[in-house]
């Protein structure tokens, strides 16, 4: 089957560093995509990696390894407003996303 | 910013009744798809489609209908609303290959069933 494992919860602290892993087994790789979910909010894109390696958007950065079948998201100079789940997704064969649990970041001042 | 807009925003109905959720999009996306989401828990896709008159069903989706007559509009309908069906419920539009993955969300339709 196919599966998509991420923490279920982290804690950071203001102006601090985290990375919030993601690891999966799908069949088929057609890119890896990191969304954030404020709490009853809809799901906005974050960052998209298909090729090995890290990419930067500001103060956020996505890692990948395909044959590792790993990912993270690394959020720096972390912000209050930075409070949020973080869903991993993979597009697989079909072009079909699936979708982890996503991990719950909670910033304390 | 995304173009994609969901009616109603909140409902409240009772058990039995009939409700369609309206979804429409001003990006010319030809994919779409319905998640349902309870609050903390992960996305589960009810519905999706990737053209006029292409509908497919998702993981969750044996008590809705979808349709697709337009491109810009991919309406939900549950014909007997249970209390089982309360939950929130996001529409989405993704652009051509590897943009598919590129999800654009509404604000979603939370849906009360007393």
């Known amino acids: 089957g196919q599966n998509i494992d991420q923490p279920t919860e982290m804690t950071a602290t203001e102006g601090a560093i985290v990375q919030i892993n993601c690891t999966y087994q799908?069949?088929?790789?057609?890119?890896l995509f990191w969304y954030q979910q404020h709490a009853g909010e809809a799901p906005t894109f974050l960052s998209y990696?298909?090729l090995d390696g890290l990419e930067e958007k500001g103060r956020f950065s996505s890692f990948l390894s395909r044959s590792k079948g790993y990912s993270y998201l690394l959020l720096k100079e972390l912000q209050m407003k930075d409070s949020a789940s973080y869903l991993c997704?993979?597009?697989?064969?079909?072009?079909?996303?699936?979708w982890g649990a996503g991990t719950k970041l909670i910033i304390k001042p | 910013e995304a173009d994609i807009y969901q009616t109603p925003r909140y409902l409240v109905i009772g058990t039995g009744k009939k409700i369609t959720l309206e979804c429409s999009q001003t990006?010319?996306?030809?994919?779409m798809y319905w998640y349902q989401q309870d609050p903390g828990m992960e996305l589960h896709l009810i519905h999706y489609?990737?053209?006029?008159?292409?509908?497919e069903k998702g993981d969750l989706s044996s008590e809705s209908t979808v349709s697709r007559i337009r491109t810009e509009h991919f309406p939900l309908t549950l014909e007997s609303a249970r209390p089982s069906h309360t939950s929130q419920y996001l529409c989405?539009?993704?652009?051509?290959?590897?943009?598919?993955?590129?999800?654009?969300f509404g604000e979603g339709s939370r849906l009360t069933v007393l």
């Open positions: 489609s990737y053209g006029v008159n292409s509908t």
């Open positions: 997704a993979v597009l697989d064969s079909n072009y079909q996303l699936i």
């Open positions: 989405a539009s993704s652009g051509p290959g590897d943009l598919t993955g590129e999800l654009f």
């Open positions: 990696n298909v």
């Open positions: 799908t069949s088929g790789f057609n890119g």
């Open positions: 990006m010319g996306h030809d994919k």
